[in-house]
C-alpha cells in the first residue's frame, strides 16, 4: 500500500465581485443593519474595499436581484432583508474533476432555465426591454466583430432577457450560480474561439423576441447551447 499522502489541491481562484459582496455582508452583519436601514454610499464602499465604481455597482445589483436591496433615486440603497453569507451563495457543488465534466453537467441546467426564460420573455417584454437586450447585442456584436470574443457583453445580452421575463427568479438563479455559468464565458480550454458559431444565434434570438415568438425563442436559445456543448466535446478531446 503506498504511503504518498494526496497532493493538496490549489483553491479556485473567488472573483472580485464575490469578495466585495461578502465584504458587504459581513459589513451588514457587524454595523447590525436591519431592513429599512441605509448602507454606505458607493463612494464610501470604494473607499473602504479599494475597488472600483463598477464593482460596486455590479455588486449592488446582484443584491438587487436577491431582492434584498433597493436603491431609491436620490436616496440611497436599502436593506430589504436581513442578509447573511447562506443568503447571497447557493452553496452548489460539481463532483465534475475536471473542467469538461463541469460544464456539461452546468450546460444541463442552463438548457432548462434559458429556454424558460427565451420563452417568458417573449410572452412579456415591454418596448423599454426590447431598447435594453437591443443595446447590449449591438455591443455584444461590436465587440465580436473587433476581437473576436465578447465574453462579458454575451452575458450581459442574457442578463437583459432574464429581466425581460419580468420574473425576478431567473435573475437570482443565474446571480447564485454564477460562479459555475462564467466558465462559458472565460475562454474555457484557453480558447477564444469557444463557441464562437453561436453569435449569429444571438440576434434571431432577439428577433425571435421582438415578435413575441416564443417557439422560435426557445428554439434559438437551443440552437446557441448546441454549439456550446459541440464545443466543449470538440476542444476538450
Known amino acids: 500500500m503506498s504511503n504518498e499522502k494526496p497532493a493538496i489541491m490549489p483553491l479556485a481562484p473567488v472573483s472580485r465581485v464575490r469578495q ?35 464593482t460596486i455597482r455590479e455588486v449592488i445589483r446582484h443584491f438587487q436581484s436577491l431582492g ?45 432555465i434559458e429556454a424558460e426564460a427565451a420563452m417568458a420573455a417573449a410572452r412579456r417584454r415591454t418596448a423599454a426591454d426590447l431598447k435594453v437586450i437591443a443595446e447590449k447585442l449591438n455591443e455584444m456584436e461590436r465587440v465580436h466583430l473587433s476581437k473576436g470574443t465578447s465574453g ?8 437583459a432577457i432574464y429581466d425581460a421575463t419580468h420574473n425576478p427568479l431567473f435573475r437570482q438563479l443565474l446571480e447564485q450560480m454564477r460562479e459555475a455559468f462564467e466558465k462559458f464565458w472565460a475562454e474555457p480550454f484557453d480558447r477564444p474561439d469557444f463557441a464562437r458559431r453561436s453569435f449569429p444565434y444571438h440576434r434571431t434570438l432577439f428577433d425571435a423576441i421582438t415578435a413575441q415568438d416564443t417557439e422560435a425563442a426557445r428554439r434559438e436559445t ?4 448546441d454549439v456550446v456543448e459541440e464545443d466543449i ?3 476538450s478531446k
Do not use: C, W
Open 222 to 225: 437551443l440552437k446557441i447551447l
Open 20 to 54: 466585495v459582496a461578502d465584504a458587504v455582508v459581513d459589513y451588514v452583519s457587524r454595523s447590525g443593519l436591519k431592513p429599512g436601514d441605509r448602507i454606505p454610499a458607493e463612494r464610501e464602499l470604494m473607499s473602504a474595499l479599494g475597488v472600483g465604481r463598477s
Open 233 to 235: 466535446k470538440e476542444m
Open 68 to 112: 434584498v436591496m433597493e436603491t431609491r433615486k436620490g436616496s440611497g440603497t436599502f436593506l430589504l432583508k436581513p442578509i447573511s453569507s447562506a443568503t447571497i451563495h447557493m452553496p452548489l457543488s460539481l463532483d465534475a474533476v475536471n473542467l469538461r465534466d463541469a460544464l456539461l453537467q452546468t450546460l444541463e441546467v442552463r438548457r432548462g
Open 152 to 159: 462579458p457583453e454575451d452575458l450581459q445580452f442574457h442578463l
